[in-house]
């Protein structure tokens, strides 16, 4: 994600070579059979859609008519819970806070996010990550872990409070249609550096998603939790997890990040976690690629295989998406996530923000890409939806 580019390099080089080794537009015509189920074809929405000031609503608008059915939203508890004490948040800025069960809590960016998507009917997957600095350990990292997991499953805890199904949002907004959050995805990437500093992270992060589970559940029994989302060798670190005695009880869902140099990656990296999950006696836990993608980065920006032109981006998120919906029921997916919407590219040593389909201009217009039209026309025809003269159209929401 946006936040935590820089320590995914060495990493990922390695599980690319290893994969490698194995190898708002107005409805204008009819629909057709779907061949995938709603909210199966989604997006990550991180970066200049969630900054402070940011509007979304031109963005959510524009993924709904690009056939984004799910939109998978960054949670970051920093964002909410910067401050320890009611006391240390600055007088000017309390209007903006309410009490959570002792913690300070401004919702009022995630507000806007799950309202928008909401109105739109996008089913919305968030990811809760990044520790504020009086909860991390060690304080002052965007990649440090929480020193108490309890403090993370509090916030967890306030979020399905907000926005489950007796959430206070949907009180607050009856003008909402209520599309209630009910899977929630705890942390992102623990099996990496970048994003959990501490090279002992599988049972500490299982504590966490043990806590966050029992908060989450205690104010919805209803509620599913989703593992984080494991990249590079993600087959090795889910059974890493397995290892660990009661392990498959603390989620329902599988996650996975599969960053690759060919499209048939895809299908390699996805069966050997379906084969983990075989061996483990979770054969009937669906699996979500949380994210997946291919950074137009090729001359821009030092990357490590996967980055391509924008012409070869359009091509592999057409071939990508087809070969997705053509394997998930062999291998039991409930969605996918391409990595990502919208992201500024200029100046970025990283090659991750060229991945999204449309580029925020240093002016703040926004340029869609190639792959944007490849996208749109892809999942619109996969949805049901007949595209016509490069006209999207988008059905009546399944």
Same mark, same amino acid.
């Given at each position: 994600?946006?936040?935590?580019?820089?320590?995914?390099?060495?990493?990922?080089? =390695?599980?690319?070579?290893?994969?490698?080794?194995?190898?708002?537009?107005?409805?204008?015509?009819?629909?057709?059979?779907?061949?995938?189920?709603?909210?199966?074809?989604?997006?990550?929405?991180?970066?200049?859609?969630?900054?402070?000031?940011?509007?979304?609503?031109?963005?959510?608008?524009?993924?709904?008519?690009?056939?984004?059915?799910?939109?998978?939203?960054?949670?970051?508890?920093?964002?909410?819970?910067?401050?320890?004490?009611?006391?240390?948040?600055?007088?000017?800025?309390?209007?903006?806070?309410?009490? $959570?069960?002792?913690?300070?809590?401004?919702?009022?960016?995630?507000?806007?996010?799950?309202?928008?998507?909401?109105?739109?009917?996008?089913?919305?997957?968030?990811?809760?990550? $990044?520790?504020?600095?009086?909860?991390?350990?060690?304080?002052?990292?965007?990649?440090?872990?929480?020193?108490?997991?309890?403090?993370?499953?509090?916030?967890?805890?306030?979020?399905?409070?907000?926005?489950?199904?007796?959430?206070?949002?949907?009180?607050?907004?009856?003008?909402?249609?209520?599309?209630?959050?009910?899977?929630?995805?705890?942390?992102?990437?623990?099996?990496?550096?970048?994003?959990?500093?501490?090279?002992?992270?599988?049972?500490?992060?299982?504590?966490?998603?043990?806590?966050?589970?029992?908060?989450?559940?205690?104010?919805?029994?209803?509620?599913?939790?989703?593992?984080?989302?494991?990249?590079?060798?993600?087959?090795?670190?889910?059974?890493?997890?397995?290892?660990?005695?009661?392990?498959?009880? =603390?989620?329902?869902?599988?996650?996975?990040?599969?960053?690759?140099?060919?499209?048939?990656?895809?299908?390699?990296?996805?069966?050997?976690?379906?084969?983990?999950?075989?061996?483990?006696?979770?054969?009937?836990?669906?699996?979500?690629?949380?994210?997946?993608?291919?950074?137009?980065?090729?001359?821009?920006?030092?990357?490590?295989?996967?980055?391509?032109?924008?012409?070869?981006?359009?091509?592999?998120?057409?071939?990508?998406? =087809?070969? =997705?919906?053509?394997?998930?029921?062999?291998?039991?997916?409930?969605?996918?996530?391409?990595?990502?919407?919208?992201?500024?590219?200029?100046?970025?040593?990283?090659?991750?923000?060229?991945?999204?389909?449309?580029?925020?201009?240093?002016?703040?217009?926004?340029?869609?890409?190639?792959?944007?039209?490849?996208?749109?026309?892809?999942?619109?025809?996969?949805?049901?939806?007949?595209?016509?003269?490069?006209?999207?159209?988008?059905?009546?929401?399944?």
């Amino acid at each position: 994600m946006a936040r935590a580019d820089a320590g995914r390099f060495a990493a990922l080089a =390695l599980a690319v070579s290893v994969v490698f080794a194995i190898a708002a537009t107005p409805a204008v015509a009819a629909k057709q059979q779907s061949r995938v189920p709603f909210g199966f074809v989604g997006v990550v929405a991180d970066g200049p859609i969630a900054e402070p000031g940011a509007d979304p609503s031109a963005e959510l608008g524009a993924m709904v008519a690009s056939g984004v059915e799910s939109v998978r939203l960054v949670f970051h508890w920093s964002d909410a819970q910067p401050y320890r004490r009611l006391e240390d948040v600055p007088a000017a800025d309390r209007p903006r806070f309410r009490d $959570t069960a002792g913690a300070p809590t401004d919702f009022s960016r995630f507000d806007v996010l799950v309202a928008g998507a909401a109105s739109r009917g996008l089913r919305v997957l968030p990811v809760l990550t $990044t520790a504020p600095g009086w909860a991390a350990k060690p304080p002052g990292g965007f990649a440090s872990p929480p020193s108490d997991p309890a403090d993370y499953a509090r916030f967890a805890r306030a979020l399905v409070d907000r926005y489950g199904p007796r959430g206070s949002l949907w009180a607050e907004r009856p003008d909402l249609p209520r599309r209630p959050i009910r899977t929630w995805q705890i942390w992102n990437e623990p099996n990496l550096r970048a994003s959990w500093s501490e090279s002992d992270w599988v049972r500490p992060y299982l504590a966490l998603l043990g806590a966050a589970r029992r908060e989450i559940r205690a104010v919805d029994p209803g509620a599913r939790t989703m593992l984080s989302g494991f990249a590079n060798l993600s087959w090795r670190s889910l059974a890493a997890v397995y290892r660990v005695p009661g392990a498959r009880r =603390l989620f329902d869902e599988v996650a996975i990040h599969p960053y690759t140099r060919q499209v048939a990656g895809l299908r390699t990296i996805l069966r050997l976690v379906r084969g983990v999950m075989r061996r483990n006696g979770d054969a009937r836990k669906p699996i979500s690629v949380t994210e997946f993608g291919w950074p137009s980065a090729k001359g821009k920006a030092v990357g490590f295989g996967i980055e391509t032109s924008e012409r070869g981006q359009a091509d592999r998120v057409r071939r990508a998406l =087809l070969l =997705l919906a053509r394997i998930r029921r062999e291998l039991g997916i409930a969605g996918v996530y391409w990595y990502t919407w919208t992201a500024r590219e200029q100046g970025s040593e990283s090659i991750f923000p060229y991945s999204a389909l449309r580029r925020r201009e240093p002016s703040g217009t926004v340029t869609p890409k190639p792959a944007l039209r490849a996208f749109r026309t892809t999942a619109l025809k996969l949805e049901g939806c007949h595209v016509k003269a490069a006209v999207a159209t988008r059905c009546a929401r399944r």
